[in-house]
């Protein structure tokens, strides 16, 4: 049964940063590709990155890119997301994702 669990968020004011963590188990890590999407209040999920497999690939949205950042470690089985100069605007539970299964996601908050 594919299990995430991401971690890491909190509340940061404008400019800050945050680094996100989503520790994967119940299946071949290495094999896949993952993404991150948020979801802000009173709107549908947002695809923000994605990664390939082997990490040599990365893809992000217009909004977060120069900004945001995604990484991963396979032999910890762990995808991270690095966010810099984050905005009131990149409030929103963040999840990562394998092909359409998410974790319960983490709050983050941009706000003085």
């Known amino acids: 049964e594919v299990h995430l669990v991401e971690s890491g968020g909190g509340l940061v004011q404008p400019g800050g940063s945050l680094r996100l963590s989503c520790a994967a188990s119940?299946?071949?890590?290495?094999?896949?590709?993952m993404s991150w999407v948020r979801q802000a209040p009173g709107k549908g999920l947002e695809w923000v990155s994605s990664?390939?497999?082997?990490?040599?690939?990365?893809t992000y949205a217009d909004s977060v890119k120069g900004r945001f950042t995604i990484s991963r470690d396979n032999a910890k089985n762990t995808l991270y997301l690095l966010m810099k100069s984050l905005k009131p605007e990149d409030t929103a539970v963040y999840y990562c994702?394998?092909?359409?299964?998410r974790g319960q996601g983490t709050q983050v908050t941009v706000s003085s």
């Open positions: 990664i390939a497999n082997g990490g040599g690939i990365t």
């Open positions: 119940g299946f071949t890590f290495s094999n896949y590709g």
């Open positions: 994702e394998k092909a359409g299964t």
